[in-house]
T-cell receptor
């Protein structure tokens, strides 16, 4: 099974809302990633978790808060977002020794 | 700072043609290079990963080569089909260690259209 699942598929939220994105994998991968992708642009790395610990934070604003409760699950908590945060949010995972990153289908986020 | 460039930005070919997508990178100190495809509004699908010590990888009709010293990789697609239509992205990972772990630098992508 080489599947990374993400929920929800679509999300519309106001600037005062709090919401969470969820990502799950059952491949035994110990590295998980959040990316942000704007239209017609490549993905931009936001966060990397390695063995459930945050190892990379690409200077992401604090209104994005990642969480890795266990080795299979990755969350992204959203609060007080801006319209320019509207994008496709992609989750990925990899086994450290193989390093091929497997991506989920993404959550399409619209901030009004 | 690593920069990744993909040429061409867009490509339209008739079905059955063999084609080559190009990827170049400015810093040759890479750990590996990965090719992905992305269908509109979808996630990325990994196609091939080439370690820095390898020269090429093959999967079905796809062949990817790597020339680390010149900072180039090519993705060769044989006998193209309409189902190959997608955006193709290459991404490089810096040499392992320190804070570079897992960080991929992507090119802007090549939009491929294969028409019947």
């Amino acid at each position: 099974d080489t599947e990374v699942t993400q929920t929800p598929k679509h999300l519309v939220m106001g600037m005062t809302n709090k919401k969470s994105l969820k990502c799950e994998q059952h491949m035994g991968h110990r590295a998980m990633y959040w990316y942000k992708q704007k239209a017609k642009k490549p993905p931009e790395l936001m966060f990397v978790y390695s063995y459930e610990k945050l190892s990379i934070n690409e200077s992401v604003p604090s209104r994005f808060s990642p969480e890795c409760p266990n080795s299979s699950l990755l969350n992204l908590h959203l609060h007080a977002l801006q319209p320019e945060d509207s994008a496709l949010y992609l989750c990925a995972s990899s086994h450290p020794t193989s390093e091929t990153q497997y991506f989920g289908p993404g959550t399409r986020l619209l901030v009004l | 700072k690593q920069e990744v460039t993909q040429i061409p930005a867009a490509l339209s070919v008739p079905e059955g043609e063999n084609l080559v997508l190009n990827c170049s990178f400015t810093d040759s100190a890479i750990y590996n290079l990965q090719w992905f495809r992305q269908d509109p509004g979808k996630g990325l699908t990994s196609l091939l990963l080439i370690q820095s010590s390898q020269r090429e990888q093959t999967s079905g009709r796809l062949n990817a080569s790597l020339d680390k010293s010149s900072g180039r990789s090519t993705l060769y697609i044989a006998a193209s089909q309409p189902g190959d239509s997608a955006t193709y992205l290459c991404a490089v990972r810096p040499y392992a260690g320190g804070t570079s772990y897992g960080k991929l630098t992507f090119g802007q992508g090549t939009i491929l259209t294969v028409h019947p």
